[in-house]
């Protein structure tokens, strides 16, 4: 009699093989890690799973066990991310609470703008891949979408739906510009620069419609 399927678990494991044991679930983590590493250093093309194995700390055999090749391995880190950023958003959310909309804001674009910089190698190495990884890019147009939502809903804002959106693509556009272009004339670790958007994010909101 066919034994059951084991079900997954989480959404790296969609791209790569079962973990039993906890060594096995560490590896796993660490070659995540440094995929996102070298990913972020050498871009997509130019990241080799070796590359991977040895900033990871294991054998590329061991790669290979874990992830079938560099693609499964992409698909598994781009996932990965959605899942944190989603329940980082939805922290944020709780934490928003019966705060005043202009706190809402801010703390918002501060938690958007840390999400983004931890995963700076990450955005640049899907952009890169652009139409031939129509699955990762649609990990960055959910996070959008997600940030839109989640914003209106902290901030309650039904009657307000189309300046949350604005709004929401003036932080995105600005932290996308800030991790694409290394010349950027301000970046998303500054947090003067950051700040200052919530400030530009508040006034607008608060603008008359």
């Avoid at 044991?21 to 871009?43: H, M, N, P, W, Y």
């Avoid at 066990?65 to 329940?87: Q, T």
């Avoid at 809402?104 to 190698?121: D, E, W, Y």
Wanted: net charge positive; aromatic share 8%; glycine share 6%.
């Amino acid at each position: 009699m066919a034994t059951a399927s084991r079900k997954t678990n989480s959404p790296e494991e969609k791209w790569a093989l079962p973990a039993q044991q906890a060594r096995s679930r560490a590896t796993r983590a660490k070659i995540l890690a440094a995929a996102e590493q070298v990913f972020a250093d050498k871009g997509y093309d130019g990241a080799r799973l070796s590359d991977i194995a040895e900033v990871a700390g294991c054998s590329v055999g061991a790669t290979y066990f874990r992830f079938k090749d560099k693609d499964a391995l992409f698909s598994a880190i781009a996932e990965s991310f959605r899942d944190e950023a989603r329940a980082g958003v939805g922290r944020l959310i709780e934490h928003a609470q019966g705060l005043a909309p202009d706190k809402v804001i801010r703390t918002f674009v501060t938690a958007a703008a840390a999400i983004m910089s931890r995963h700076k190698g990450l955005f640049r190495a899907i952009v890169e891949r652009g139409l031939d990884h129509p699955q990762a890019m649609d990990t960055i147009f959910k996070f959008r979408d997600e940030l839109a939502a989640s914003l209106e809903s902290a901030l309650k804002a039904k009657r307000s739906g189309l300046k949350v959106r604005v709004m929401t693509q003036m932080i995105y556009g600005f932290l996308i510009a800030g991790v694409l272009n290394r010349r950027a004339p301000t970046q998303i670790e500054d947090a003067r620069a950051i700040a200052e958007l919530a400030s530009a994010c508040v006034a607008y909101f608060e603008s008359a419609s």
